[in-house]
């Protein structure tokens, strides 16, 4: 079908079309991040389906490049848990004091991250953090490290930690969280 990009909204909308023509969606295969995370914040089981190169279908395998995995913990991660991912790492649920999430590309909380988190591991200054509420004991993206705000969230506002001038950053987080640096993340090696 081509390269979409779908977030929560647009597949409840297909969700919603496709339930009204009696079908119902029981999975979402992708190679797509963004709809990965849309799919399992409605939970719906995910699996990755690798991008052909030849532009014809794929089987279900696993590539060498896993710089575009996505790591899916559903769940409380609490303290001495520690997620790790290649790719990106999404957590549904909160990380503890104590619990920690590294991930070679960016980490997404669809909760509160209270613990550590530390987004590309790897050497990825382009990576980030995102949260639906960013109160860390330590936040590192690449090699920089930070302690998280003192002061309170925004209501309702769900934050990122970015690099910026040199200095992680903590700012209101830009939805589509994956497809504003895409491009830029495609030429990073960790070599």
């Known amino acids: 079908m081509g390269d979409w990009s779908m977030g929560c909204r647009e597949l409840t909308e297909l969700m919603d079309a496709l339930e009204h023509e ?3 969606v029981q999975q979402v295969i992708t190679h797509c991040p963004t709809t990965q995370i849309g799919a399992a914040a409605l939970g719906l089981p995910t699996s990755r389906r690798p991008m052909a190169e030849t532009g014809g279908e794929t089987g ?19 303290s001495g848990d520690h ?17 920690s999430v ?5 980490v997404y909380i669809w909760g509160r991250l209270r613990g ?17 509420q960013l109160r860390p004991l330590q936040l590192r993206i690449a090699d920089l490290v930070a ?27 830009q939805p589509p969280f994956l497809d504003d640096q895409a491009n830029q993340r495609k030429s990073f090696s960790a070599d």
């Open 22 to 24: 009696g079908y119902t």
């Open 60 to 78: 279900e395998t696993e590539t060498s490049d896993r710089r575009g995995d996505l790591r899916i913990h559903r769940g409380t991660l609490r």
């Open 83 to 99: 997620l790790s991912s290649e790719g990106h790492a999404l957590v549904i649920g909160d990380v503890n004091p104590g619990a």
């Open 102 to 106: 590294t991930a070679n590309g960016d």
């Open 116 to 132: 550590r988190a530390h987004a590309g591991a790897a050497g990825n200054p382009l990576a980030r953090i995102v949260a639906l």
């Open 147 to 173: 302690r998280g705000p003192e002061e309170p969230p925004m209501p309702g506002q769900a934050e990122q930690a970015c690099i910026r001038d040199g200095d992680i950053a903590i700012e209101p987080a």
